[in-house]
């Protein structure tokens, strides 16, 4: 799954996910960024991803990763990525 976020919006592309109805492809306008940066949390499960841009606008996907483990990559164009905080935990039913 890919995840691009500009200045106007944030588009997510899911057709690595076994997982594509409603399109693998989604795109949401973003409202004008209130700071220089953005904040964005990003909460992962096997079927699930959200995306909470600046604590305003939220982006909820149902995504059904492949079996194995889930990896979350950050990267940058034309300027760079600063991560403030981190947290993994798995779950055990």
Avoid: K, N, Q, W
């Avoid at 399109?23 to 699930?48: F, K, Q, Y």
Wanted: no cysteine; aromatic share 6%; proline share 6%.
């Amino acid at each position: 799954m890919t995840v691009d976020l500009d200045a106007t919006s944030l588009t997510v592309d899911r057709s690595a996910t076994r997982y594509r109805v409603g399109g693998a492809r989604r795109e949401v306008p973003l409202p004008a960024p209130g700071a220089p940066e953005r904040v964005i949390e990003l909460l992962v499960d096997r079927s699930i991803v959200e995306i909470i841009v600046d604590g305003t606008t939220a982006f909820t996907a149902r995504t059904f990763f492949a079996e194995g483990p889930v990896s979350v990559s950050l990267s940058a164009r034309g300027g760079e990525v600063a991560v403030l905080s981190g947290e993994s935990s798995l779950y055990s039913p």
